[in-house]
């Protein structure tokens, strides 16, 4: 039974598909009769070592074949386009336009000079709600969503393994994260650049880069952006492990989002802010200066691995232990 | 506990007082010792609510034992769950299908859970067991489109993506229509003598009649018996069943010749405990009585009438 494989090559390995496992399987389910069971023990078969990666593979396609992860996404596209074409009208009726208002960094206004600030801008609208809200609906919806149309537990006797479906799970609400962030740029940099001019910019510090480099630096916001999402997608999956229904593990995580960014904004709970997932997002700006200043960036990005640390754990803790009933 | 290892050094399935204590209080199965001989189709039997699903749950590692122990092909669960799973399939209180995804995809994921499964037979594997249930033509089309019966199907395929060394198969008729149910039927007969030893749950005593070898009868989480099919409903005695339209005379006759516990039903039937006798002698008896007889047989017990010995109710819920 033990019999390992050695070589996994494809190819003539083993004459007929699927013959394999009936080679062994139906032999030994016969004599088991008569010889102890115990002596089945040890590893059922010989896995290619990166068979167990076509679980995250096909988590992948399932995930991004579901129409709700599709809308969320085409919500998340159309943003830049709506701001796009709003500044654009704007600029169209006199080249006073407002700026300076809202969301942090006063990229809005320089969008009309060049494209490239449109990415900036859209990833400071949708980094606040939009996005992390994408981000809880999946996240969310990842171990309960399973749970409750009784997927989990034929995943759990396929064998899944429990730790392997949660770090799974992860990979892919990470991955998830991460095209939603380029989603909003790429859809950024496409409306920006058919409706405003590209080039040269100025730094937030007053000096200038090249059109280039600009690029660069907004690929490295982009992937900031998305680290930034790692502490809520922890959040979420650790809900979704504690109920058996997709719906309310979605809306408790966007719920604790909305309550955590209102609470931000109260000035009596600044001892407690620092600590809240959400609250050096808005720091990926610092990335517009020269040279940029680092030290709020790496906090952000310190608060998300500690939030992925003491959430992660709390979703294995639960996940591995409970009762699988739904 | 340790007087039987003769039966269980075969046995596919063992438990040792296994309890389940639900949170919530509700004891749903109690001190189950259950044995799964191997190469049995075993019939898991039981009225509503008696805690056949709660045992399947935790053979197959998804919830955890309050008390007592499980071994499954020689391993413990749950903690041995992910070595002996794979060698295992499963229906467990119907199907559970990704509406949006096609029957066949739903079965590629499925494959792809297991971390067993050759990737290179994947595809040739899930085609071969959606045409083992006779699903291959509707394979292409969203699972949220199958009817019940499909549904139920497409589950039983996912159990059979790769030759497995037990089946466990939670009412895996219910949903099917009459055709559907004897497919299933002949599927579980060829699949048992392949080898696969097939542990089948159903509140259905036909069902478990016609397919099993093996029984064991749950009631109130207890396990009120196991053993062969034979054996359980040889345990119950058959009635001797006269047909006839003088009921009088024919009660008067079978009395004589000793039979008991007589009854008189709907007219032209007689039936009663058949005597320690010659039953020719018994019906030559009621013919030289003068009495006319329609019908003359010995109806065997069926599992019904052994669960109503055994229990001393009818098949109903538990309160
Ligand atoms: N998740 C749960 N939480 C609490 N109690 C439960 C849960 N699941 C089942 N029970 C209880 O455990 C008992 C046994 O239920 P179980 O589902 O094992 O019965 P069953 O024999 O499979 O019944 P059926 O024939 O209806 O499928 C019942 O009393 C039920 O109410
Ligand atoms: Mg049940």
Excluded at chain 1, 2 to 30: C, F, I, L, N
Excluded at chain 2, 93 to 101: D, I, V
Aim: net charge neutral; proline share 6%; with cysteine.
């Amino acid at each position: 039974m033990s019999r390992a494989e050695p070589g996994v090559r494809p190819g003539a390995g083993h004459g007929e598909a699927g013959a394999r496992p009936a080679a062994e399987a139906g032999a030994d389910a016969g004599p088991r009769a008569s010889g102890p069971v115990g002596t089945v023990a040890g590893p059922p078969r010989g896995p290619g070592p990166l068979w167990t990666l076509g679980l995250f593979r096909s988590e992948l396609l399932t995930t991004f074949r579901r129409w709700r992860t599709l809308a969320l996404l085409g919500v998340l596209a159309a943003v830049p386009v709506l701001v796009g074409i709003a500044v654009r009208i704007e600029t169209g009726d006199g080249p006073a336009g407002g700026g300076g208002h809202g969301d942090g960094p006063a990229f809005i206004s320089q969008i009309t000079n060049n494209g490239l600030f449109l990415v900036f801008t859209a990833l400071a609208a949708t980094l606040p709600f939009f996005l992390p809200m994408a981000i809880g609906v999946v996240a969310g919806d990842a171990i309960a969503g399973e749970a409750s149309a009784g997927t989990l537990r034929y995943l759990l006797v396929a064998p899944a393994g429990r730790t392997r479906l949660l770090l799974t799970k992860y990979a892919t609400t990470t991955a998830f994260c991460l095209v939603a962030t380029l989603v909003v740029a790429v859809s950024a940099l496409t409306t920006g650049a058919l409706l405003f001019p590209l080039g040269e910019l100025t730094t937030i510090s007053g000096t200038r880069i090249g059109f280039g480099e600009g690029l660069l630096r907004a690929l490295l916001i982009a992937l900031v952006v998305a680290a930034s999402l790692i502490g809520v997608a922890a959040l979420g999956l650790f809900v979704s492990t504690l109920t058996n229904s997709g719906i309310a593990a979605m809306a408790t995580t966007v719920g604790l989002l909305i309550t955590v960014q209102i609470l931000d904004q109260i000035p009596q709970l600044q001892a407690i802010q620092p600590y809240f997932f959400s609250h050096y997002w808005l720091s990926f700006a610092d990335l517009m200066r020269d040279p940029v200043y680092w030290d709020d960036l790496l906090r952000n990005l310190g608060i998300q691995a500690v939030y992925a640390a003491v959430f992660g754990s709390a979703a294995w803790a639960r996940f591995t232990t409970r009762d699988v009933t739904a | 506990m340790e007087e039987r290892p003769a039966a269980e050094a075969g046995a596919v399935i063992v438990t040792r007082a296994l309890t389940k204590r639900y949170r919530g209080g509700q004891l749903a199965v109690d001190g189950l010792d259950l044995t799964v001989p191997a190469g049995s189709v075993f019939g898991f039997l039981g009225p509503n609510g008696s805690g056949k699903t709660t045992t399947i749950r935790m053979l197959m590692g998804l919830i955890e034992p309050t008390s007592g122990s499980a071994r499954v092909l020689g391993h413990p669960v749950p903690r041995g769950a992910r070595a002996v799973l794979p060698r295992v399939g499963a229906l467990i209180e119907g199907p559970a299908l990704y509406g949006f995804l096609t029957g066949r995809d739903n079965l590629l994921r499925y494959d792809a859970a297991d971390p067993t499964a050759d990737p290179r037979t994947r595809r040739t594997r899930v085609a071969d067991a959606l045409e083992r249930v006779g699903l291959a033509a509707a394979a292409g089309r969203k699972a949220k489109a199958y009817s019940l019966g499909m549904k139920q199907r497409l589950g039983l395929a996912a159990a059979l993506l790769q030759p497995r060394a037990l089946l466990v198969l939670d009412e895996p008729t219910n949903g099917l229509d009459p055709q559907g149910m004897r497919e299933i039927r002949s599927l579980i007969r060829e699949l048992a003598s392949d080898g696969t030893t097939v542990f089948l749950s159903s509140h259905l005593l036909d069902e478990i009649e016609q397919v099993c070898t093996h029984v064991a009868v749950m009631a109130r989480g207890r396990l009120l018996t196991q053993g062969p099919v034979a054996e359980l409903a040889a345990g119950t005695r058959g009635r001797l069943v006269v047909t006839t339209p003088d009921t009088a005379d024919a009660a008067r006759v079978l009395k004589e010749q000793g039979a008991g516990d007589i009854a008189v039903a709907d007219g032209d039937r007689v039936d009663a405990e058949p005597p320690d006798r010659d039953l020719a002698e018994v019906s030559a008896a009621l013919v030289r009585a003068g009495v006319r007889v329609r019908g003359f047989a010995v109806e065997r017990a069926s599992l019904e009438d052994a669960f109503v010995a055994l229990t001393g109710e009818g098949f109903d819920v538990a309160g």
